[in-house]
């Protein structure tokens, strides 16, 4: 496949809209085009070493679920490990393309996924994604009346409001006057200074309406799953359960206050990867996840929530295999797609 064919692909898989706002997804490294695609490596982590292996492989683009380029780089040179990805991926003609969070947030993506280690359960998205394109752009819609004799001056200020969008005019008749209809969409931002300026006419402030714009929510898309398990199951049999799905033969383990590893679990809040941020208030028997922070372990233990930890990658990199297959489907078999063997979490048990 070109290249851009296959970045068109991977986008429709899942869409880099509903990555986070601070995330880095999408095609980071492009080789001149026109480039053809017949073998795609997959990997948790673009290392030197999983480099290698790609370049040994005859890898024509890296999908790497972490973004190798998260902070900007003000240079590329030999001198720093991740400067040397993008030398050797220019060098050898190899794209890199990064989902991340988009990833976490599809309904078939890696929180889905996890989910699967703890049994028969039902889930919701913790942090539900909204529709990134509806309505449309700004947070807000004002409208209001005016007449001939305010209508020019009150566009031209408003034209000079940065972030207002969908600016339109319509006739209209109020009081029984012909007048403008004036409607237009605006940032929260802009907003308080199309407020300040309307306010200054006591007439067209008394005829101004603000509505505000909801984007509907995704079904079963967003950041992390509150699960619900079909039947309880205490916590030590959860761990195994865990250990098992993930293939790790250690995890670690905070027990929460009042609980024991025989308490029954139900309800399992999780996250892949590093999960404090979106799990922390979450009401939960559990909380799952790759590393939270020392004090959001001892908050979550002092509310009697147990806390699984898996170390980071461990918790995303599993779904490789999974994704591997589905995206076999979904691009219809027209390239050979492989997963690393060199791929591993930089942290094991010693």
Not at 112 to 121: F, H, P, Q, V, Y
């Amino acid at each position: 496949m070109n290249l851009r064919e296959l970045v068109s692909a991977l986008n429709d898989f899942a869409s880099p809209a509903l990555a986070e706002s601070w995330d880095n997804v999408g095609l980071l490294v492009e080789p001149s085009p026109p480039h053809t695609v017949n073998t795609l490596f997959l990997t948790n982590d673009l290392t030197e070493e999983v480099m290698e292996e790609a370049v040994q492989k005859k890898a024509d683009l890296i999908l790497s679920y972490h973004p190798p380029i998260f902070a900007p780089l003000k240079r590329v040179t030999w001198k720093t490990w991740k400067e040397r990805l993008v030398v050797r991926a220019l060098e050898n003609r190899i794209g890199i393309y990064s989902p991340h969070t988009a990833y976490d947030a599809i309904p078939h993506g890696v929180n889905n996924w996890l989910t699967k280690g703890l049994g028969t359960c039902t889930s919701v998205p913790l942090h539900p994604s909204t529709a990134p394109s509806s309505p449309a752009e700004g947070t807000h819609r004002v409208e209001f009346c005016a007449g001939a004799e305010h209508l020019d001056a009150v566009l031209s200020k408003i034209k000079d409001i940065p972030e207002i969008s969908c600016l339109t005019t319509l006739p209209a008749r109020a009081e029984g006057e012909e007048q403008t209809r004036v409607s237009l969409n605006c940032s929260q931002k802009a907003l308080l200074e199309v407020v300040a300026l309307l306010s200054q006419n006591s007439l067209l402030y008394h005829k101004t309406e603000i509505l505000l714009l909801q984007k509907p929510l995704l079904p079963h898309t967003g950041m992390g799953r509150l699960c619900t398990l079909s039947e309880p199951v205490s916590l030590s049999d959860t761990i195994e359960r865990v250990k098992g799905h993930l293939q790790l033969p250690h995890v670690r383990v905070a027990v929460g206050a009042g609980r024991t590893l025989e308490s029954p679990v139900k309800k399992v809040a999780l996250c892949a990867g590093s999960g404090s941020s979106v799990l922390k208030g979450t009401e939960a028997d559990l909380y799952l996840t790759g590393e939270m922070s020392h004090h959001d372990v001892l908050d979550a233990v002092a509310n009697g929530i147990s806390v699984i930890l898996c170390e980071h990658s461990n918790t995303e990199r599993g779904f490789l295999s999974e994704l591997c297959d589905t995206l076999t489907i979904h691009l219809q078999n027209k390239i050979n797609i492989i997963v690393s063997e060199k791929d591993r979490d930089p942290l094991q048990v010693a």
